[in-house]
């Protein structure tokens, strides 16, 4: 059989596996294996796929996952979030739509101990969205401020989906990191900017609130030092080339135990919960990223990729105008499927073209987590969305939708930034460069 | 079952907190006493290959593996809905059946070339094993999800109880 053919039928019968629900990591791993299998035959890809599960497990670089899913898990647990949004308050609080940019904002600063961007917005709503609903906000403006603001925690470092682009690429993971800081910073602000052009059309929706003395500003900064520190620690100590981004998420897991432990929120049963979500989570990262893993194998046996790549080459169309396709179909894509699952089913597929094609490698990384973000807050699937349903039953989900709109928007145009000046990403790995 | 996964998570736990510290203390050892611990790395990577095998079982009897619910019970109807259920746990079964009968296998061979680590010469043979062995309790606990599929939404359950007493 042609080695084509073959692999063009396993990724079909994936997405048949995919739709009925097979979990992705069993699904991808099984079509990796058999796939595999009728190329090069069954005992190679059964060795193929021992030595995979071997090398993804028994690995000191890749315990960078559990480390910071862990930093994440205790710094949720550690109540960081109220002060965060206490002290953007307390800063922003008196302007139309104060609460929504306090949320945008806590969300980006709890982003910087946090990898995730579903963690984000379950933390921050918790805190954000009783809040806002006290002072009258409009429901749509509250829920559509925390499931957006909730979108910066997958894109400012420290990013587990980073880490996945980054192993599946073999891309510099603290490069990656360093990438992601500037346009996560631009998203903060363009979704504050959202919020003021929001609430300035319709000031109803967010009404002001009290203005705050300046004593009373710098006394609610008092509980922003912690998570400064340690994303100072973490963040620097990659850039500065004092650890690698591995060790810097020991350091930064066993920062936050020390913060919570400070705050007296670390008890023997707050452990126990942070440790066991973190195991579960990374059985799930592991798994899937060991079907990813062996699935790539698939691509490249079967020349699935290469013909791709070559097909894509061949076409009369600019670089940009390739990309640019790609990303609608990353756009259409993140409409129904998982963050993740979206990244790595795709990337070993687009991004032999995307290298092909003269792109930097990095930079790729951070627009295909941009354009993933976007996915968790659009219809019919948008997991930030249904979190936030989840925290406030009585809103409606299409009053969520409409909430997020605004920032959707926002974000697309971020996204072009981006695609049009790579230099927001890539300069600061850029600088790093110097230091190590 | 449920108690055998839920230790062996737990034990998976004490597991990452001995990688974080083992980290710590090769950066500290590095920076200020001018003395990395040269087997950090051998030790972290055994530690990993031990956490993530020990927290399959616990992962999969809580459904914890993620996948793609477009077509849901309300779309496709009860019947469907089951045989889906049963073709993806069976998935898991064979998926994490292979790794187990592999890393058996592979125990084998590092047992009969007498591999050991590379700084404080350990023996892997060990690690290997009891990694065969959580993978084993993994496919068990995937096939009792096959024949009992309430036990994990009893489980799910009881979580989002616990959570929204706990906060």
Redesign the interface.
């Given at each position: 059989m042609d080695p084509i053919f073959i692999g063009t039928s396993t990724f079909l019968i994936l997405l048949v596996?995919?739709?009925?629900?097979?979990?992705?990591?069993?699904?991808m791993?099984?079509c990796g294996?058999g796939g595999v299998a009728l190329i090069i035959g069954p005992a190679p890809a059964?060795s193929l796929?021992?030595a995979t599960?071997?090398e993804t497990?028994?690995?000191?670089d890749?315990?960078i996952i559990?480390?910071f899913v862990?930093m994440g898990a205790v710094a949720a647990r550690s109540g960081l979030s109220s002060e965060l949004y206490g002290a953007f308050n307390a800063w922003l609080g008196s302007f139309r739509g104060g609460l929504a940019l306090a949320t945008i904002g806590a969300c980006g600063a709890f982003a910087a101990i946090c990898g995730s961007s579903v963690a984000t917005a379950a933390t921050m709503s918790q805190v954000a969205l009783p809040e806002m609903r006290k002072f009258n906000y409009a429901d749509s403006l509250a829920t559509g401020s925390v499931a957006a603001g909730g979108i910066i925690g997958i894109l400012i470092p420290p990013s587990v989906v980073l880490v996945l682009y980054g192993i599946l690429t073999e891309s510099s993971i603290g490069d990656l990191f360093l990438a992601g800081f500037a346009p996560g910073i631009l998203t903060v602000i363009g979704f504050m900017v959202v919020v003021s052009i929001v609430t300035y059309i319709w000031p109803e929706m967010g009404p002001a609130g009290e203005k705050t003395s300046i004593a009373q500003k710098i006394h609610a900064l008092k509980g922003t030092w912690a998570i400064i520190t340690l994303f100072a620690l973490v963040i620097g100590g990659i850039y500065f080339g004092?650890?690698t981004p591995?060790?810097a998420a020991?350091?930064g897991?066993?920062g936050a135990f020390g913060i919570a432990a400070m705050r007296g929120r670390l008890s023997i049963e707050t452990a126990?919960e942070a440790?066991?979500e973190?195991?579960?989570?990374?059985?799930?990262l592991?798994?899937?990223l060991?079907?990813a893993l062996t699935l790539n194998k698939l691509a490249i046996f079967s020349g699935l990729a290469f013909a791709l790549s070559n097909f894509v080459s061949g076409l009369d169309m600019t670089p940009l105008a390739v990309m640019g396709v790609i990303l609608i179909i990353y756009l259409i894509l993140g409409c129904?499927?998982?963050a993740?699952?979206m990244i790595l089913l795709t990337v070993p597929i687009f991004f032999p073209i995307v290298i092909s094609l003269g792109f930097d490698p990095v930079w790729f990384g951070v627009v295909v987590v941009m354009v993933v973000e976007l996915g968790l807050i659009t219809p019919p699937?948008g997991m930030n969305v249904f979190i936030i349903k989840g925290m406030a039953q009585d809103v409606k989900l299409s009053e969520i939708y409409a909430g997020v709109i605004p920032f959707v928007l926002a974000q697309i145009i971020l996204i072009i930034a981006v695609v049009l000046f790579p230099a927001i990403a890539l300069w600061l790995p850029e600088t790093a460069a110097a230091f190590r | 079952m449920v108690r055998i996964a839920r230790a062996m998570?737990?034990i998976?736990?004490?597991f990452?907190?001995i990688?974080?510290?083992i980290?710590?203390v090769?950066?500290v050892g590095r920076?200020f006493l001018n003395a990395p611990l040269t087997y950090s790395?051998e030790l972290?990577?055994?530690?990993?290959?031990l956490?993530?095998?020990?927290?399959?079982a616990?992962?999969t009897l809580?459904r914890?593996?993620?996948?793609?619910?477009?077509?849901n019970v309300g779309i496709i109807g009860p019947i469907a809905d089951n045989a889906?259920?049963i073709?993806?746990d069976f998935?898991?079964i064979?998926?994490m059946g292979?790794?187990a009968w592999?890393?058996l296998?592979?125990g084998f061979r590092v047992y009969d070339d007498g591999l050991f680590t590379q700084v404080l010469e350990l023996p892997t043979f060990p690690?290997?094993f009891l990694?065969f062995g959580a993978a084993v309790v993994a496919t068990a606990t995937a096939a009792v999800l096959l024949i009992k599929p309430n036990l994990s939404y009893a489980l799910q359950n009881q979580n989002e109880q616990n959570q929204s007493t706990g906060g």
């Open positions: 596996l995919l739709a009925m629900r097979v979990p992705i990591g069993f699904a791993g099984l294996i059964f796929f021992a599960v071997y497990t028994v690995n000191f890749l315990s559990p480390l862990l004092v650890f591995t060790e020991g350091v897991a066993m126990k440790l066991l973190t195991v579960q989570t990374s059985a799930m592991f798994t899937i060991i079907g129904i499927l998982d993740l699952a699937i | 998570a737990l998976a736990g004490l990452l907190l990688i974080m510290s980290m710590i090769d950066v920076y790395v972290v990577e055994l530690g990993m290959g956490f993530v095998l020990f927290g399959l616990e992962t809580r914890g593996h993620i996948s793609v619910d477009i077509l889906f259920r073709v993806a998935a898991g064979v998926f292979v790794i592999r890393l296998l592979h690690v290997v990694m």
